[in-house]
């Protein structure tokens, strides 16, 4: 089992900056790949970013291309997302996941290939 606790979230304003953390125990993650969700209230869960943890290899959601970066400190068994220049549609709980094993890049984005979710850290940005 993985347990994953978020946090940095917080009340910001538009153009500002924002560093999320994902700080995973339980086990040390090795082939895993761990996510970044969000969901804004009354729509559905959205995919952020995501990183394979051994290969590093990264995929970032449309919403936050040129804005979002996903990362993670393989000692620290913690993944981190940084978005710049946040806008207020940015607003909502932003999840971390992580899946039970490695999974194909094609299956990054899905919310179906994790099994382990956080509790979730709001956002909000105001204009």
């Known amino acids: 089992q993985v347990q994953l606790i978020e946090s940095g979230g917080g009340l910001v304003q538009a153009g500002d900056s924002l560093r999320l953390s994902c700080a995973a125990s339980?086990?040390?993650?090795?082939?895993?790949?761990m996510a970044w969700f969000r969901q804004a209230p009354g729509k559905e869960r959205e995919f952020v970013a995501s990183?394979?943890?051994?290969?590093?290899?990264?995929y970032i959601g449309d919403s936050v291309s040129g804005r979002g970066t996903i990362s993670r400190i393989k000692g620290e068994n913690t993944g981190y997302l940084q978005l710049n220049n946040l806008k207020p549609e940015d607003t909502g709980v932003y999840y971390c996941?992580?899946?039970?094993?490695?999974?194909?890049?094609?299956?990054?984005?899905?919310?179906?290939?994790?099994?382990?979710w956080g509790q979730g850290t709001q956002v909000t940005v105001s204009s």
């Open positions: 990183i394979r943890w051994r290969e590093g290899n990264v």
């Open positions: 996941a992580a899946s039970n094993s490695r999974i194909i890049v094609s299956a990054m984005p899905s919310n179906s290939a994790y099994r382990f």
């Open positions: 339980g086990r040390s993650l090795t082939n895993e790949a």
